[in-house]
């Protein structure tokens, strides 16, 4: 069975139902990822790695991830600690805003975790995921050690994948980004960038752009994604313009980039070619827009993969 690890923070999503309740789930970049990616592929063995609290919601987080048939061996539970937190305020136009508790959440001890039993155990695994919002989420002094661990699962043969994710709210500075961005293009195999996230931190806004700032680094495979305009993928320096359908109604584009980057992995895990990848990817993202929220319910999500032939 191929094994792929994802790591980083979920946490507990709050939104307003109605004027007295609140809706409460579980959300997370690279959480969203896996959970799309199991959905779509359920032979490969998705793994979410990252720490949680002792607490009852951290206990039903951990129920959620085995209810989406996650592997949870690497979700470690922090004695003090717990989950980060976000709420979603919809206003009168239906414009979103984000308040975030999440400064001392467990999932920022994850490298203390990462002990070298636990890396020999990733060791084995096919790919290692982490985008920049996981980055961000590393505390500043762990971050060395957590390069060194990244480090020695490149050299066991696991491929890492990086998507930037820029969350600028995350970061101390631009300079300090850019410097962890440096180390994870250099280590990645697999790039997942969005246009976005170099316009706002490269003033790089070309999909041309992207692709001529990953070049210099070693990387196997670069995969730009660009909103429903188009996905361009090089791989063994053969560059393809993907077409994108445009959605024509679009109800939350939260997690559009999750959805695509779990389904474009699993379906390369899978031997898929980058056509066939990209196609489904891009389905399961446009489907994902379709709903509120950042997990789509699996029925919807299960019947319109249906159709994409999968
Ligand atoms: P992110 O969510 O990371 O900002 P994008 O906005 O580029 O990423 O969206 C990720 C993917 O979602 C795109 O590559 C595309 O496949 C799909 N997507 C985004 N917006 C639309 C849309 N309006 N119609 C159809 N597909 C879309």
């Known amino acids: 069975m191929k094994n792929i690890y994802f790591l980083g923070e979920c946490m507990v999503e709050l939104r307003t139902m ?13 959480y969203n990822s896996a959970v799309y990616l199991k959905r779509c592929f359920p032979e490969l063995n998705a793994a979410v790695v990252t720490a949680i609290g002792q607490d009852k919601l951290s206990a039903q987080m951990l129920d959620r991830f085995n209810s989406e048939q996650l592997d949870t061996r690497f979700v470690f539970a922090h004695d003090e600690k717990v989950p980060g937190m976000y709420y979603i305020e919809t206003d009168e136009f239906g414009e979103r805003s984000f308040s975030y508790w999440r400064n001392d959440s467990a999932a920022k001890k994850i ?6 039993n636990i890396v020999e155990q990733l060791s084995s695994g096919d790919m290692f995921f982490f985008s920049g919002i996981s980055l961000a989420v590393i505390e500043q002094d762990a971050r060395e050690l957590f390069w060194q661990k990244v480090t020695q699962l490149k050299q066991a043969g696991v491929k890492i994948v990086f998507d930037p994710n820029y969350r600028a709210r995350l970061w101390q500075s631009i300079d300090e980004t850019k410097q962890q961005y440096d180390s994870a293009f250099a280590a990645a195999d697999v790039v997942l960038p969005g246009v976005e996230d170099f316009e706002m931190l490269y003033e790089i806004d070309t999909i041309q752009g992207v692709i001529d700032f990953c070049k210099p680094y070693d990387i196997e495979e670069i995969v730009v994604k660009n909103g429903p305009k188009s996905v361009v993928t090089v791989i063994n320096n053969e560059q393809l313009s993907h077409t994108i359908s445009p959605v024509a ?3 939350d584009t939260t997690s559009a980039g999750d959805a695509f980057n779990g389904v474009y992995l699993g379906a390369r895990l899978s031997g898929r070619e980058i056509a066939d990848a990209v196609n489904l990817a891009a389905k399961a993202a446009g489907t994902v827009i379709q709903q509120p929220g950042a997990i789509a319910p699996k029925d919807v999500f299960q019947q319109a993969m249906a159709i994409a032939g999968l």
Request: hydrophobic share 45%.
């Open 18 to 30: 109605n004027e007295s309740a609140l809706h409460q789930s579980f959300a997370g970049d690279v």
């Open 111 to 116: 490298v203390d975790f990462l002990t070298t």
């Open 249 to 251: 109604y679009v109800v």
